[in-house]
């Protein structure tokens, strides 16, 4: 017997007492325990990753929500500011109507104001001519008690 046959049955027993003590089924339930292992990570990314997609989109949809309420509120703003605008423009030329108005009303015053000064100034002048005249022409008593009377008369009608 030669050292060939010891090495072979050697091996033989060898292998023999591996698979006596279980060893195949302990490889192959370490290997089913890592593939059970990488099948649960692998599930447990596709999970991940399935609510990342949903963040994803939850947050895309905020977004566009908020540039929508973004453009909203810069639409009522630009309305806003128009009708303030508007008004504005409303209140100055209601304004300047007014003063418009008012100045008109002073000019038209200051317009009777000068007739009525040139009518006082007209009979001024018209009485003192008169009397003049009548001075030359009438005595000084009957004359007197004449001036008085249109004096009066003249002075009552422009009452």
Known sequence: MDATFWATVGLFIFLALI??????????????ARADGIRNDLEEARRLREEAQQLLAEYQRKRKEAEQE?????AAARREAETLVQEAKQKTEEYVGRRTALAEQKIAQAER???NEVRVSAVDIAVEAATRLLADKVDAKADAALFKSALADVKARLN
């Open 19 to 32: 698979v006596y003590i279980g060893v195949p089924g302990m490889i192959g339930r370490s290997l089913d």
């Open 70 to 74: 973004a453009s909203d509120i810069v």
């Open 113 to 115: 104001d000068a007739v």
